[in-house]
């Protein structure tokens, strides 16, 4: 049995790890990290804290580092048929955390079944509305992963907002609903919408309309064709314009309208709305600076660590912090590509694999072994930092 290292100083280390998609939570992978740290020392002062960016995770994240609960309900999945979904409530601050794709995700749609005509966000909607029912004012929604293009009509529609078309109908579910579009009304709004203020967590910075915008870029993966993606283009132009005249400060062109197919320009316009980056809101609302301000090593990392990882996703918001106070930060994933090498250059002193050897995809995410594999070289990452810090 290896021996632990004896340490006469008591070492404080910080654990944010963002989760393994399909594996391991946030606070699993966070917990196995944990147990690799105390392997090696069992005198240090472990302080895990819950990680997400603003898609998926972020509900449970904010949930145990606020000390929220979670909600249960049935609402309008993006099919337009009845799902379970859940979110987080903070009561002592009145705070909502949503993530929009528990109710409108792309997950949620079979592959044959995605046609972002169709999709709705409705589901959203009713989740916002039962949170103001018990008492929310404040909303922190991470609106990454949708499988809609509907400008965030239908989770309007659900706060009781009307679109109406030509023929004087409501209009109906999907981007389809967009087209014909002829007048806006807010006149049955859920009377406490204007007590509200949004949070968005939104790190795309896409516009509404036009070669960037939300039907062509974000279309095709949502099961459009081309013709499809002109088309929702052309509706979503339309749409905004008649949103202009109900409220003269909407703008098609500010960075991130066209997140998950216009519902960033749907709250922006018809709420109390500001866009944030998802990760700066998660270590602001669990307080991890607080944590890593007087900590010897911060640990992090995510399921893949690449280039994308270097342009600001949870890890690299975790690093900056460490930075900020001189820290060590070492990073963990289940995978790495050559391009993670632009960590280094963003605060992460050093970064592993947590794989001890050749294995399929399937066996690498299984949670038992991810755990392992974690703890284990965790373990051998902190015997190093330790003796290093011996050494001087």
Request: charged residues 25%; contains cysteine; glycine residues 10%.
């Given at each position: 049995?290896?021996?632990?290292?004896?340490?006469?100083?008591?070492?404080?280390?910080?654990?944010?790890?963002?989760?393994?998609?399909?594996?391991?939570?946030?606070?699993?992978?966070?917990?196995?990290?944990?147990?690799?740290?105390?392997?090696?020392?069992?005198?240090?002062?472990?302080?895990?804290?819950?990680?997400?960016?603003?898609?998926?995770?972020?509900?449970?994240?904010?949930?145990?580092?606020?000390?929220?609960?979670?909600?249960?309900?049935?609402?309008?999945?993006?099919?337009?048929?009845?799902?379970?979904?859940?979110?987080?409530?903070?009561?002592?601050?009145?705070?909502?955390?949503?993530?929009?794709?528990?109710?409108?995700?792309?997950?949620?749609?079979?592959?044959?079944?995605?046609?972002p005509l169709h999709t709705t966000t409705y589901g959203v909607g009713e989740m916002i509305?039962?949170?103001?029912?018990?008492?929310?004012?404040?909303?922190?929604?991470?609106?990454?992963?949708?499988?809609?293009n509907d400008g965030g009509i239908g989770m309007l529609q659900a706060l009781g907002f009307s679109f109406r078309n030509k023929a004087g109908e409501e209009a109906g579910f999907g981007a389809a609903g967009?087209?014909?579009?002829?007048?806006?009304?807010?006149?049955?709004?859920?009377?406490?919408?204007?007590?509200?203020?949004?949070?968005?967590?939104?790190?795309?910075?896409?516009?509404?309309?036009?070669?960037?915008?939300?039907?062509?870029?974000?279309?095709?993966?949502?099961g459009a064709t081309p013709e499809m993606a002109e088309d929702m283009d052309q509706w979503l132009e339309q749409y905004a314009a008649l949103a202009k005249e109900v409220f003269?400060?909407?703008?098609?062109?500010?960075?991130?309208?066209?997140?998950a197919g216009g519902l960033g320009f749907a709250f922006l316009t018809f709420t109390?709305?500001?866009?944030?980056?998802g990760i700066q809101i998660v270590l602001e609302e669990t307080k991890l600076e607080e944590q890593i301000r007087d900590a010897d090593l911060v640990i992090t990392g995510e399921g893949r660590l690449d280039g994308q990882t270097a342009m600001g996703k949870a890890p690299v918001g975790v690093a900056k912090l460490g930075k900020k106070y001189g820290k060590p930060v070492i990073a963990f994933a289940g995978s790495v590509s050559r391009e993670a090498a632009a960590c280094n250059g963003e605060g992460i002193d050093a970064?592993?694999?947590?794989?001890?050897?050749?294995?399929?995809?399937?066996?690498?995410?299984?949670?038992?072994?991810?755990?392992?594999?974690?703890?284990?070289?965790?373990?051998?990452?902190m015997r190093l930092f330790l003796a290093g810090r011996r050494k001087n």
């Open positions: 049995m290896r021996a632990a290292i004896q340490e006469t100083e008591k070492k404080k280390v910080v654990i944010a790890i963002d989760s393994f998609k399909g594996s391991l939570s946030s606070i699993e992978a966070g917990n196995a990290a944990g147990e690799g740290v105390l392997k090696a020392c069992p005198s240090a002062e472990v302080k895990i804290c819950p990680l997400a960016d603003g898609g998926e995770g972020t509900v449970e994240a904010l949930v145990n580092g606020m000390g929220g609960e979670m909600q249960f309900l049935t609402v309008t999945g993006p099919l337009g048929e009845p799902i379970e979904s859940s979110y987080g409530m903070i009561k002592e601050s009145k705070t909502a955390v949503i993530e929009m794709a528990s109710a409108a995700g792309i997950t949620l749609v079979p592959k044959e079944r995605r046609n509305r039962d949170a103001i029912g018990k008492g929310c004012r404040n909303f922190i929604i991470g609106i990454g992963g949708s499988s809609t967009l087209r014909d579009l002829a007048a806006i009304s807010r006149e049955n709004v859920v009377a406490e919408l204007k007590e509200c203020s949004f949070r968005i967590a939104c790190d795309v910075t896409n516009p509404l309309c036009g070669n960037q915008g939300c039907s062509a870029i974000f279309g095709p993966q949502k003269p400060e909407a703008d098609v062109t500010y960075p991130g309208t066209g997140a109390n709305a500001v866009l944030e980056s970064f592993f694999s947590i794989l001890p050897g050749i294995c399929t995809l399937e066996e690498a995410m299984e949670k038992e072994t991810a755990r392992r594999n974690m703890s284990d070289t965790v373990e051998q990452a």
